[in-house]
């Protein structure tokens, strides 16, 4: 059964720390979502690739969120230096022709 | 600027009723319109999806409803069970880019 798997499930940083979320997409797909959930913005694209080449990362504060896919099997999404308001949930979509979502990493950052 | 106004924000049905959420949007360049269904603690799972060359696609109790010259598309849970409460999104893309944009989604609730 092929998933989108994120890494960690959960996690709780202090103020100013760095936070690495991973994302593996499913197998053969070539275009991955960043989605940031809020209760205040609902699901916000924060960055997606094709081929792991970006194509839009507009949505993403560039001074402090970095974005990457290393291989075809590996997206990851760092923040740097991360602050309070960054808690969220964050899901990871790949898609071939439908997107599928993994099971999101909620970060709270005290 | 919205690119899909989704409503209603949340929506209290009795079992056995009919849900139907309304999405609208701008672009008629898209061309994918899917629904997604989230319980809490998961990720949205796609749901139902359709394009605009049918006025209607049918999946069980689930229908999409897409007019196209108004740029609307719904969402109709028929015989909504209490196990249907979730919040559910709509999302408008293009093919080609598969750009997912999603409403704000509507927490759904059915009552037993």
């Known amino acids: 059964d092929a998933r989108v798997t994120q890494t960690p499930r959960h996690k709780v940083t202090e103020m100013g720390q760095e936070v690495t979320m991973r994302c593996q997409p499913i197998?053969?797909?070539?275009?991955v979502f960043w989605y940031r959930q809020t209760m205040m913005q609902g699901l916000e694209l924060l960055a997606y690739?094709?081929?792991?080449?970006?194509?839009?990362d507009s949505g993403m504060p560039k001074d402090r969120f970095s974005a990457e896919m290393p291989d075809a099997t590996l997206a990851t999404l760092k923040i740097q230096p991360s602050e309070p308001r960054d808690s969220a949930v964050y899901f990871c979509?790949?898609?071939?022709?439908?997107?599928?979502f993994g099971q999101g990493t909620r970060l709270t950052v005290v | 600027q919205q690119q899909v106004k989704q409503s209603p924000q949340s929506l209290i049905v009795q079992k056995g009723g009919i849900s139907i959420i309304n999405c609208a949007y701008e672009?008629?360049?898209?061309?994918?319109f899917p629904w997604y269904q989230q319980f809490p603690g998961k990720g949205p799972a796609l749901l139902i999806a359709?394009?605009?060359?049918?006025s209607e696609k049918k999946e069980g109790r689930f229908t999409i409803s897409f007019n196209k010259s108004a740029k609307q598309f719904s969402l109709h849970i028929m015989d909504s069970q209490p196990g249907d409460s979730a919040t559910y999104f709509c999302?408008?893309?293009?093919?080609?880019?598969?750009?997912?944009?999603f409403g704000t989604g509507t927490r759904l609730k059915v009552l037993a």
């Open positions: 359709i394009r605009p060359d049918v």
């Open positions: 672009n008629t360049a898209f061309d994918y």
């Open positions: 197998l053969g797909h070539n275009t």
């Open positions: 690739f094709r081929n792991r080449a970006p194509l839009d």
């Open positions: 999302a408008v893309t293009t093919s080609g880019t598969y750009k997912y944009i």
């Open positions: 979509a790949s898609a071939g022709s439908r997107a599928f």
